[in-house]
């Protein structure tokens, strides 16, 4: 079984400051991927970055960088310079090889201090 | 990018409407599309995987004859919610992932629809 932890229901931030979103999962698969997203109050999911298991170095996409740290099972989401817009639910997600589908934590919402 | 569509944004009916919401792959070809549930302040929960021109796959506690799933095109699926009650009322989300498309792909979503049974 597949399992995802987000253990920081609610963050406040200082504006362009760094912020580090944490989650650990779960997994027997040997290859999986994982992802994060991010959900405004509108509602929508917005594809932020992703890890694959088998991948050596960190992933990074413009602000945002994963730690990924596979003997731990851990894979945060490091947000740089944070601003404004950036308030809203941060979700990580899994999906391994042996399913097409993926599996949420339970969040993250953040906020972001002017 | 990769785009989803998902319609209706917003539905409210009354008590025992049948509901239908379609998410449509609007520039690439989805062999599997998936269906969400959101509770406030939750996160989103699979309810079921829908198989082209098959049967929909559907998770452990979710009711299939109340959550009628069909995805009839490479593009197209649909989530009927039938005879609605008000427990029912909540936040359904889609995605899709190309079809073809590597491990690495992401789930694109469509906006969700959000419904609410009077």
């Known amino acids: 079984a597949q399992k995802i932890t987000q253990t920081q229901p609610g963050m406040f931030v200082q504006e362009k400051e760094a912020v580090t979103l944490d989650c650990t999962y779960d997994?027997?698969?040997?290859?999986?991927?994982l992802f994060w997203y991010k959900q405004p109050s509108s509602g929508e999911m917005i594809f932020l970055i992703y890890?694959?298991?088998?991948?050596?170095q960190n992933a990074t996409e413009g602000r945002y960088s994963l730690n990924f740290q596979k003997a731990r099972k851990s894979a945060n989401l490091v947000i740089s310079a944070s601003q404004l817009g950036d308030s809203a639910m941060y979700f990580c997600?899994?999906?391994?090889?042996?399913?097409?589908?993926?599996?949420f934590g339970s969040g993250t919402r953040l906020s972001i201090r002017p | 990018g990769a785009v989803v569509s998902q319609h209706p944004s917003r539905v409210i009916c009354k008590s025992g409407t049948s509901v239908k919401i379609e998410c449509r792959s609007l520039?690439?070809?989805?062999?599997?599309m998936f269906w969400y549930r959101q509770f406030p302040k939750q996160s989103l929960m699979l309810m079921a995987t829908?198989?082209?021109?098959?049967?929909?796959?559907?998770e452990q506690g979710v009711e299939k004859d109340k959550f009628l799933i069909n995805h009839a095109s490479l593009t197209l699926s649909t989530l009927t919610v039938t005879s609605a009650h008000p427990e029912d009322s909540s936040f359904y989300i889609c995605?899709?992932?190309?079809?073809?498309?590597?491990?690495?792909?992401?789930?694109?979503f469509g906006d969700g629809t959000r419904l609410s049974i009077l």
């Open positions: 995605s899709a992932r190309p079809s073809g498309g590597g491990s690495n792909q992401p789930q694109h």
């Open positions: 997994t027997s698969d040997q290859s999986y991927g």
């Open positions: 890890q694959g298991s088998y991948d050596e």
């Open positions: 997600a899994m999906r391994g090889v042996s399913a097409s589908k993926i599996i």
């Open positions: 520039d690439f070809q989805a062999t599997t």
């Open positions: 829908s198989n082209e021109g098959s049967k929909a796959t559907y």
